[in-house]
T-cell receptor, first 114, second 112 residues
């Protein structure tokens, strides 16, 4: 079975400090992994994706994530938080088998304090 | 640049009423999906359609039906709404799993 676990339901940082949102996955196959962001009362926007190419993936708005197979992790980072980064972030794994279904983590709400 | 369009954006229903949530995409995507989002639960798949003419159940299909009307449109129907179906519903589509999904802006449904 494939699943994804976001280790923190809430993360709070100060503006200008680094952001780390943690995600671990469980998969029998080499996974495809994504991070999505959802701002309040908005839809979901793709931040970045890993699909078995480079293990360090760069996304939009200065975010990046590193795929670590040995640790089954795909943590999302940003060197310096901005107030506009306040949102909910979802780690997502592709469910293999041809149906192309995404399996979502439960989300991490990021608060950025001035 | 419409992407995925969902209607309506908000709806209040009484228990037992029926309604259909509409979704249309203009990106020529083969696969379309319906998710519901509840606090602390992430997004859970209700139904999906891998291609025109096919539909399959997801994780939480009970109380819902879907229709893939054509390649563009994928509707979700609640035949007899229940308070447990109060949620935010998202439609999504994709051309291929490696591209990720494009999501609509959601329908906020309240059943009283």
């Amino acid at each position: 079975a494939q699943s994804v676990t976001q280790l923190d339901s809430h993360v709070s940082v100060s503006e200008g400090t680094p952001v780390l949102l943690r995600c671990n996955y469980s998969s029998s196959y080499s996974p495809s992994l994504f991070w999505y962001v959802q701002h309040p009362n908005k839809g979901l926007q793709l931040l970045l994706k890993y699909t078995s190419a480079a293990t360090l993936v760069k996304g939009i708005n200065g975010f990046e994530a590193e795929f670590k197979k040995s640790e089954t992790s795909f943590h999302l980072t940003k060197p310096s938080a901005h107030m506009s980064d306040a949102a909910e972030y979802f780690c997502v794994v592709i469910l293999q088998g041809g149906s192309e279904k995404l399996v979502f983590g439960k989300g991490t709400k990021l608060t950025v304090n001035p | 640049n419409a992407g995925v369009t969902q209607t309506p954006k908000f709806q209040v229903l009484k228990t037992g009423q029926s309604m259909t949530l509409q979704c249309a995409q203009d990106m020529n995507h083969n696969s379309m999906y319906w998710y519901r989002q509840d606090p602390g639960m992430g997004l859970r798949l209700i139904y999906y359609s891998a291609s025109e003419g096919t539909t399959d159940k997801g994780e939480v299909p009970n109380g819902y039906n879907v229709s893939r009307l054509n390649k563009r449109e994928f509707s979700l129907r609640l035949e007899s709404a229940a308070p447990s179906q109060t949620s935010v519903y998202f439609c999504a589509s994709t051309v291929s799993q490696n591209y990720g999904y494009t999501f609509g802006s959601g329908t906020r449904l309240t059943v009283v």
